[in-house]
């Protein structure tokens, strides 16, 4: 429809055609009528189960008598928290309403229309869109097999248009890690110009046997300054629904980050709760191995009654399967009150709870003419 008297001008205001192109985010129910239905359980959003820690409840508490002001506009307590927890200032911290919004951030810094973005795929859904928004060239390169990144794949496919490259490690969906001297010598081929974002979301379950992390990132930071580490309070912390992230980066770059964000976005209950979380460092490592030893006995389960599951560093596990045996897979946890999250064409992502929640998985995936 157009204006009767401009024919060329439309009637009503339309979005921009990248907008428009973007896809929608579509989030699953359980079955209606589904069997164990009353017992429900959403396993697709990588949420932890864990309730909030008691002294994050009383932080939020204490806050939540003073909602009618406004929140420290530069988040400085929270930066200060984050950047003595990791051995740097408070200059090299940014922070933002979850990391995808820190990632929004980084990209409007960083890119100019035209500008490319390098990360690869499958990955976390977010990458592309936020690099259409901000008028980036996505460039995504194919995972390995193995289901984790092709880091030398990544590396030819960097040009002096890119300005941007983005690692999810562990990688979301498929949970598989990228090892310390991969990173190194990717590091060491990437040009100084170009940012390279380390998404850690899941960084807190990538832990080896004694509990230690698995990668060194800060190391690699300190030794990589076009390195920027990107983490949240959405996971292992159980702040998703307080909605904060932050980056550590070079002072130049968490500056533009900082400009870059939506003035007062980090609520003052997100800001305390956050504080308060890493002040209890000793009860979230607990949470953390429960879910990590949870994690081995769901892939042992799992491998044992016949199906590939690659190795996760994350509070979740992968399932590769073509879309026929994604739609079987994810009929069948929905019978059963389990919500899991499919990808078309690639797999099924199933976020770890209680054991008692584990074991209806792996019940699941013994069923016999699930694979016939």
Known sequence: MTDSLNPTLPTAPRLRATVAALPGYGSGRPAPGARGAEHAVGLASNESHFDPLPSVLDAVTQVAARLNRYPDFASLELRSAIARHHGVSAEEVAVGTGSVAVLQQIVQAVCDAGDEAVFAWRSFE??????????????????????????????????????????????????????????????????????????????????????????????LYRAHPNLCLLRTFSKAHGLAGLRVGYAVAAPAIAEGLRRAAIPFGVSAMAEHAAVASLAAAGELRERVAATVSERTRVLEGIRARGWVSPPSGTNFVWLPAGDRMRERLIAAFAEEGLLVRGYPGDGVRITLADPATNDRILAVLAAPGLRA
């Open 126 to 219: 977010a990458y592309p869109i936020v690099v259409a928004l901000a008028g980036a060239t996505a460039v995504p390169v194919a995972l390995r097999a193995d289901e984790g990144h092709d880091l030398d794949a990544m590396a030819a496919a960097v040009t002096e248009h890119t300005r941007l490259v983005l690692l999810c490690s562990p990688n979301n969906p498929t949970g598989v890690s990228i090892g310390q001297a991969e990173l190194e010598r990717f590091l060491e081929r990437v040009p100084a110009g170009v940012l390279v974002v380390l998404d850690e979301a899941y960084t807190d379950y990538d832990v080896d046997a004694a509990g230690r992390p698995a990668v060194d990132s800060l190391a």
